[in-house]
């Protein structure tokens, strides 16, 4: 398998944790933020994603929502900030924070919650919840399971994907087709895809040739 041509070091993604726990924990004064999954248990390989929660104040949800695109600039250029309708539907909070120049493969998932499980009250957020984005999102999740051999999610990935932007998944053979095939099916619906669809493309050629 070749190199994807990309820093995928463990330090790199070191820094980008402590460069969001820094800008969240300085936004909310009392907040805090903590790894949870792969990278807390210690079985993160690298393409893992960053998986937080930041505990924020009984009250602050609110306004750690309306905070939290600036402050994460601090950190880098943004692509995306999304809040799961799901998510707030059942109550929680979780945000798909998406950088511009930082490995696709390691999108930022936040879990907002009080520092005692309050839930306060609904939660206005203004973030467009874009399908093809979301699209996106499964075809890179799905080129990271098929480099970590985990051919069946794989296709759970592109099965829930495509219809997303209105496409049939209609298996070729080949991964690098289908995934590249989802990526592009969701640019062609969102053209402002097209930079983030470029890199899969090129990262799916390096990893999957």
Do not use: H
């Not at 930041?54 to 309306?66: E, M, N, T």
């Not at 511009?100 to 919840?129: K, Q």
């Amino acid at each position: 398998m070749k190199s994807p041509g990309v820093d995928l070091s463990p330090e790199r993604r070191d820094r980008i944790v402590d460069g969001v726990r820094s800008a969240l924990e300085k936004a909310v004064v009392g907040s805090s933020l903590v790894l949870r999954g792969s990278l807390a248990a210690g079985t993160a390989d690298r393409y893992s994603d960053i998986d937080a929660i930041w505990r924020v104040p009984d009250g602050r949800r609110q306004s750690a929502i309306d905070a939290l695109p600036d402050a994460l600039e601090s950190v880098g250029p943004l692509f995306s900030v999304r809040v799961d309708p799901d998510s707030l539907a059942a109550g929680g909070c979780l945000v798909f924070v998406t950088f511009t120049d930082v490995p696709m493969f390691w999108r930022v998932d936040l879990l907002v919650e009080t520092v005692t499980g309050d839930t306060d009250t609904a939660l206005e957020v203004t973030t467009e919840w874009s399908l093809p984005e979301s699209a996106l999102a499964n075809a890179v999740a799905a080129l990271r399971a098929v480099v970590r051999g985990r051919d069946k999610d794989a296709t759970g990935l592109l099965k829930r994907g495509y219809p997303r932007v209105d496409a049939a998944y209609s298996p070729s053979g080949s991964w690098r087709t289908d995934i590249v095939g989802l990526a592009d099916a969701s640019v062609r619906a969102d053209p402002r895809l097209e930079p983030r669809v470029e890199r899969l493309r090129r990262l799916a050629e390096a990893l999957l040739s």
